[in-house]
């Protein structure tokens, strides 16, 4: 990052004898002049900004001093085991790949029809009825439960039609859990995230930057590809970064579409489809069997899954404000 | 200059309207003036009486429209011929049955007060104004004699190319800025050096070439902002167009980018035919070889800019062209 040089202000001279000082603060503007009601609601806002402080502080400082004590290289290239005794468990290795594999899955489906998905409505959004159907139904599946996107997809996916996405059993049933199913699934919940980010970076591009690309006889479709898009991608990436973060965080898809299992589970023979067919397990799913209110009864693991998972969460969110502050710098459009 | 009553409120509905010489300038301007020097000081602040020094009576403003004198023989041939065109917005009625034609070889300057259609007008001969939802349009512009509807719309923007108000560079290199405007919707032919060479032309054309030093790769939006409008005249002249449009191309820029653009503006008329929309009348004056100017969405007097500008045949030109509003 390359920042312009400083220019040197021209220095007004400071009055030095205490004559020729203003007071600041106008006399009698003190705290100790305000109605009681307001010196309440003064101190009440300081309360609550610090609350939130300390609440973040201490979630972080639990999960980073429990999970620093317990993380270990070996404990993530190992392969979870079911055991009795903590010891027997095993690592993280399967659920750490499960939560990357889920992510990448679903950013994969959530990306291309986001932007695809904002790009009509921004700059086509013709009938002017469908566009404002488009866009409610965004807002609604923003605003549906997780759970209720995954069992819904465990219906669909569970039909005869879409055996080809996970485990067949002889007799006919199609199990329905896959990491397809789940990358499919939870595109849902990362698709508004980039679609609104999308459609807030067109709206904001000048409309002399459209009509100098039209004027040049160029499509409407060539403009968007070569001028607009370009000019708003770090909005995508932004959006994509926190369509991410929801997926990582979400719980409920994976038990009820990726099985939930300790293990990743490939069906099938082809190498790479095997595993996308199979089920497995995501770092929530598995701090949660870990954890002493599931049933794996390994508590550190559970911590350092957990912490594992802030972790990558906290990255992504450093991600978001590392290319929103590159943004502003670069910000050219005037 | 003193600064004239506000007319851009009325500017849309004036006409129609049998007290429309309230807003006619000429009209209104003796009885405001009265009004405050002679009464205003004792009236309470919100009354103000309006004195007229006439009985309100409508213009009609076909009695003003002045047919085209006898054109220049030397000009080129006709490449735009607009045939009683109406344009508006909705109800509205922005340009009001405007007739006229452009040559090669010639500028045409529109001139006119805010809000008179200008822009409009322009905009309406590459078929930008469509893009506006409730935009509208009645009669024929033909370019080269073929309606410019008949014309595919990517095709008829590459023959009528157009400079904008603003400088709008593409956030690209300077290079890419015109490589993007040679080529056809982003096609791979012509290859790089071909494209390179028309690139370097249209640069030379609009004297940038020089200034830049060869460094083509430079992000388009480093460049100064007179420097930036004359890459999108380089960027329009790319695709060799018939007609050059320019909407206020100098209201951006200090008076010396503005000398250079108007400079380069008599170098680029030879091959095109050009129209500029501009509120300087100095600056019409200086580039233009035909100055058409615009009221409320007429035609108000169109002929050639030593005409217009010292003996103009209707009184609203008269007055405008004088400085009384506008």
């Not at chain 1, 990448?104 to 695809?116: S, V």
């Not at chain 1, 794996?296 to 290319?323: E, M, R």
């Amino acid at each position: 990052m390359s920042s312009a040089p400083v220019v040197p202000r021209p220095v007004t001279p400071v009055p030095t004898t205490p004559q020729e000082r203003r007071p600041v603060q106008p006399a009698g503007d003190s705290v100790r002049n305000w109605r009681l009601r307001h010196r309440i609601a003064h101190g009440a806002a300081w309360a609550a900004g610090i609350f939130v402080i300390a609440v973040t502080a201490s979630i972080m400082g639990f999960m980073a001093w429990k999970g620093l004590h317990y993380l270990n290289p070996s404990l993530i290239w190992q392969r979870p085991t079911p055991g009795l005794a903590q010891g027997d468990t095993g690592g993280i290795r399967d659920p750490l790949i499960g939560t990357l594999l889920a992510t990448f899955i679903g950013t994969l489906f959530a990306a291309p029809l986001g932007i695809a998905t904002a790009v009509w409505v921004g700059e086509y959004g013709k009938p002017a009825k469908l566009a404002r159907a488009i866009e409610s139904a965004i807002e609604m599946v923003a605003g549906m439960p997780n759970i209720v996107l995954a069992i819904f997809g465990l219906a669909i996916f569970q039909l005869p039609f879409f055996s080809f996405l996970s485990f067949k059993a002889q007799g006919g049933g199609v199990y329905g859990r896959s990491f397809i199913a789940a990358g499919l699934i939870m595109s849902l919940i990362a698709i508004p995230l980039i679609y609104t980010a999308t459609r807030e970076g067109l709206a904001q591009l000048p409309a002399k930057l459209r009509e100098g690309s039209w004027a040049l006889g160029k499509t409407k479709i060539c403009t968007i590809r070569t001028v607009l898009l370009p000019q708003i991608r770090p909005n995508i990436a932004t959006g994509i970064v926190l369509g991410m973060g929801r997926i990582v965080g979400d719980t409920a898809i994976v038990v009820v579409l990726l099985g939930a299992a300790l293990q990743i589970d490939p069906v099938g023979d082809t190498p790479g489809l095997n595993v996308l067919r199979g089920g497995g397990s995501t770092l929530t799913t598995y701090v949660y069997a870990a954890s002493p209110a599931g049933e794996g009864n390994a508590p550190q693991k559970a911590y350092a899954a957990a912490f594992l998972l802030l972790l990558i969460v906290v990255f992504l969110n450093a991600l978001v404000g590392w290319i929103g502050r590159r943004t502003k710098n670069s910000e050219i459009t005037q | 200059m003193t600064s004239p009553p506000r007319l851009r409120s009325h500017a849309l509905s004036a006409t129609d309207d049998p007290f429309a010489s309230l807003t006619d300038p000429a009209a209104s301007r003796e009885p405001v003036r009265r009004s405050t020097s002679d009464d205003g000081a004792a009236l309470p602040p919100p009354i103000k009486r309006v004195v007229l020094d006439r009985t309100p009576r409508p213009i009609d403003p076909a009695t003003d429209v002045v047919a085209p004198i006898a054109k220049d023989q030397t000009l080129g041939p006709e490449r735009l011929r607009i045939e009683h065109v109406s344009i508006g917005y909705g109800e509205a009625r922005v340009v009001k049955d405007l007739s006229l034609s452009i040559h090669q070889g010639e500028v045409l300057a529109l001139i006119g007060p805010s809000g008179c259609g200008k822009t409009t007008f322009l905009r309406s001969m590459n078929r930008l104004t469509e893009q506006t939802a409730s935009a509208w349009r009645e009669g024929q512009i033909l370019l080269d004699g073929r309606d410019i509807y008949e014309t595919e719309l990517p095709r008829l923007r590459r023959k009528i190319a157009m400079v904008f108000q603003q400088p709008n560079p593409f956030p690209m290199s300077i290079f890419d800025n015109i490589a993007y405007a040679i080529r056809v919707q982003n096609r791979k032919t012509p290859g790089k050096a071909e494209v390179r060479e028309r690139v370097v032309d249209s640069l030379r054309r609009a004297g940038l070439y020089d200034e830049l030093g060869g460094d083509l790769d430079k992000p388009a939006l480093r460049l100064s902002g007179g420097q930036q409008q004359r890459l999108c005249i380089a960027r329009a002249i790319a695709t060799n167009p018939e007609v050059l449009l320019m909407d206020e191309p100098c209201s951006a820029l200090d008076p010396r980018s503005t000398a250079v653009i108007e400079d380069l503006i008599g170098e680029l008329r030879e091959s095109l035919a050009i129209v500029i929309v501009t509120h300087n009348l100095a600056q019409a004056h200086r580039v233009a070889d035909n100055v058409a100017f615009m009221y409320l969405g007429d035609l108000v007097e169109h002929g050639p800019v030593d005409q217009v500008f010292e003996q103009p045949r209707a009184q609203r030109t008269r007055d405008y062209v004088a400085g009384v509003f506008g």
